[in-house]
C-alpha cells in the first residue's frame, strides 16, 4: 500500500495531450499547386507544354505560367463547404463581374476542381466530377518546398 501511495505521489502532473484540429478547407488550399492534368470535354490533357502553378491565397488565386506571372489572370475564389459536393465560386480579374460557378475536392495533396468549359455552351455548376462537353477537369498537385 505504502508503494501505490508513493508510486501516486510521485507521477507529475502532465498537460493533456494536444489535440490539432482540421484547418478549414480554405486553409488547406492555401500555397501553391501545379497542374497534373486538364480534361476539357472528356479529352485528356490539355496543359500541353506549360508548367502552370496556381498560388492559393486568402480571397485570390495568382497564376505563374512557365514560371512568369500572370497578373491578368488572377482571380477571386469563395468555397461553401456546406455543399456537397464543396461548391467553388471562381470570379476573374478580367473581366470582372464574371462568376464561374463549380466544385472542388481535396484529398491530401491532391486538389481536383471542375468548372464549366469556357467554350461550351452556358451550364449551372457541375454536380459531378467528370468531364463532359459542358466541363472542364483539372487536376493539380500540391508544390512541395
Not at 9 to 26: C, G, H
Not at 34 to 40: E, G, I, N, P, T
Request: charged residues 25%.
Amino acid at each position: 500500500v505504502l508503494l501505490i501511495a508513493v508510486l501516486a505521489v510521485a507521477v507529475p502532473d502532465r498537460e493533456a495531450p494536444k489535440v490539432e484540429t482540421a484547418k478549414p478547407l480554405q486553409e488547406q488550399l492555401f500555397g501553391e499547386w501545379r497542374f497534373v492534368k486538364v480534361v476539357l470535354a472528356g479529352q485528356g490533357n490539355s496543359t500541353g507544354e506549360k508548367d502552370v502553378v496556381l498560388t492559393f491565397a486568402k480571397d485570390v488565386i495568382h497564376v505563374r505560367e512557365n514560371g512568369q506571372n500572370k497578373p491578368g489572370e488572377d482571380a477571386g475564389y469563395r468555397i461553401d463547404a456546406t455543399k456537397q459536393p464543396i461548391a467553388f465560386d471562381l470570379t476573374p480579374k478580367v473581366p470582372q463581374a464574371m462568376k464561374i460557378a463549380g466544385i472542388i475536392k481535396l484529398e491530401g495533396d491532391d486538389l481536383t476542381i471542375c468548372l464549366p468549359a469556357p467554350t461550351g455552351p452556358e451550364v449551372g455548376r457541375p454536380i459531378t466530377f467528370a468531364s463532359t462537353p459542358e466541363v472542364m477537369l483539372m487536376h493539380l498537385k500540391r508544390v512541395k518546398k
